[in-house]
């Protein structure tokens, strides 16, 4: 009896330990897959940003629509040392195993001539 | 009497395994206590497996989906980006977009001009294969070379709609058209939106719509141009 639930304890842990590694290497390719999309969407961020010269600095926040509703962004525009042209920092974030993940994407806008 | 012993042999008590030579062997009611623990372990042990790779399907469908549109997105933005337009006889150079379709010259691998089309390709007999197709040739110039080569770079698309984003003179303004035909320059940008079908498990996540806003070089191509 003894030698039986040794041996199934044993059995157990190997189990556990062989499953452990899959659902690390799951978590770390959903991890991967959701930093690329979230790379993909604050570029998209940013490009909306550039088709226009920059009118107003500021922040702005919101929420990504549709099968990316999950992500959310942060969207800074300020001032630059360089004449004409304003930084912008956008940050977008999400929630993954109950921890915040986050890519952060930042250019050079060029400033509309009305400000 | 000796014949039938047992018919006058008092009845033996039966022997009780104790004391310093007890037998060490496993009873029947701890063989099947065992057998039991075991078949509920290997029970919850399937089980969770069984979740665990139903979970692992659904996100290894969600990180191909996420990788599909990924790949995608970077094929799409990076020619609508290296898009240009060269003026000559042929109408090739132009920018041509339509609702559904857009046709344009792009500056490929090594500086070669190369005429990119993108539309839909419908399901059907006689159709090499259905989704989004992207077609595209060789040119010199404006001029294309060569035979169109045909590759779906998206299955099981329903829609492609498109706009063509343009800044009007003297304005910061964008406005959005659905045709664009550009002999000077690029649009500013093109908004793209794409529906595929949803598979029976994905039908429950609601359409699968993704729209992008892809930027060209508008401006460095008219500068180009000759500052127009």
Same mark, same amino acid.
Request: net charge neutral; hydrophobic share 45%; glycine share 8%.
């Given at each position: 009896?003894?030698?039986? =639930?040794?041996?199934?304890?044993?059995?157990?842990?190997?189990?556990?330990?062989?499953?452990?590694?899959?659902?690390?290497?799951?978590?770390a390719?959903?991890?991967?897959?959701?930093?690329?999309?979230?790379?993909?969407l604050?570029d998209?961020?940013?490009t909306?940003?550039?088709?226009?010269?920059?009118?107003?600095?500021?922040?702005?926040a919101?929420?990504?629509?549709?099968?990316?509703?999950?992500?959310?962004?942060?969207?800074?525009?300020?001032?630059?040392?360089?004449?004409?042209?304003?930084q912008?920092?956008?940050?977008?974030?999400w929630?993954?195993?109950?921890?915040?993940?986050?890519? /952060?994407?930042?250019?050079?806008?060029?400033?509309s001539?009305a400000? | =009497?000796?014949?039938f012993?047992?018919?006058?042999?008092?009845?033996?008590?039966?022997?009780?395994? /104790?004391?310093?030579?007890?037998?060490?062997?496993?009873?029947?009611?701890?063989l =099947?206590?065992?057998?039991?623990?075991s078949?509920?372990?290997?029970?919850?042990?399937?089980?969770?497996?069984?979740?665990?790779?139903?979970?692992?399907?659904?996100?290894?469908?969600? =990180?191909?989906?996420?990788?599909?549109?990924?790949?995608?997105?970077?094929?799409?933005?990076?020619?609508?980006?290296?898009?240009?337009?060269?003026? +000559?006889?042929?109408?090739?150079?132009?920018?041509?977009?339509?609702? %559904?379709?857009?046709?344009f010259?792009?500056v490929?691998?090594?500086?070669?001009?190369?005429?990119?089309?993108?539309?839909?390709?419908?399901?059907?007999?006689?159709?090499?294969?259905?989704?989004?197709?992207?077609?595209?040739?060789?040119?010199?110039?404006?001029?294309?070379?060569?035979?169109?080569?045909?590759?779906?770079?998206? %299955?099981?698309?329903?829609a492609?709609?498109?706009?063509?984003?343009?800044?009007?003179e003297?304005?910061?303004?964008?406005?959005?058209?659905?045709?664009?035909?550009?002999a000077? +320059?690029?649009?500013?940008?093109v908004?793209?939106?794409?529906?595929?079908?949803?598979?029976?498990?994905?039908?429950?996540?609601?359409?699968?719509?993704?729209?992008?806003?892809? +930027?060209?070089?508008? %401006?460095?191509?008219?500068?180009?141009?000759?500052?127009?």
């Amino acid at each position: 009896m003894i030698e039986a =639930m040794v041996s199934l304890v044993v059995l157990s842990v190997g189990i556990l330990a062989v499953w452990n590694t899959f659902a690390m290497a799951s978590w770390a390719s959903q991890q991967d897959a959701n930093t690329r999309t979230a790379l993909m969407l604050a570029d998209a961020r940013l490009t909306d940003l550039s088709l226009v010269p920059v009118r107003q600095f500021g922040r702005q926040a919101g929420r990504f629509e549709g099968r990316h509703q999950r992500y959310q962004w942060i969207c800074e525009v300020s001032q630059s040392p360089h004449d004409g042209l304003a930084q912008a920092v956008v940050r977008v974030y999400w929630q993954q195993r109950g921890r915040q993940r986050s890519v /952060t994407l930042a250019t050079l806008l060029q400033v509309s001539s009305a400000i | =009497m000796t014949k039938f012993p047992f018919l006058y042999d008092p009845p033996r008590t039966p022997r009780r395994h /104790t004391g310093p030579h007890r037998r060490s062997a496993l009873t029947l009611i701890e063989l =099947m206590v065992a057998m039991t623990v075991s078949a509920v372990i290997v029970l919850a042990t399937l089980e969770a497996f069984q979740q665990g790779r139903f979970v692992q399907m659904r996100v290894d469908r969600q =990180m191909q989906a996420s990788a599909r549109e990924y790949d995608l997105w970077r094929l799409l933005s990076g020619d609508v980006a290296n898009s240009v337009v060269l003026l +000559a006889d042929d109408d090739a150079g132009v920018w041509i977009g339509q609702p %559904d379709s857009m046709r344009f010259l792009a500056v490929g691998p090594g500086g070669r001009p190369m005429q990119i089309e993108y539309k839909l390709a419908a399901y059907g007999p006689g159709t090499p294969a259905g989704g989004l197709l992207r077609s595209t040739r060789l040119a010199s110039g404006s001029v294309p070379v060569g035979q169109w080569g045909h590759l779906t770079v998206a %299955d099981g698309v329903r829609a492609f709609d498109l706009q063509y984003g343009q800044v009007a003179e003297g304005s910061d303004a964008l406005t959005w058209t659905t045709e664009f035909n550009g002999a000077q +320059a690029p649009p500013k940008a093109v908004k793209v939106r794409l529906t595929w079908n949803a598979t029976e498990d994905e039908s429950a996540d609601g359409p699968q719509v993704v729209e992008w806003v892809l +930027a060209t070089r508008a %401006d460095t191509s008219a500068n180009a141009q000759g500052g127009t």
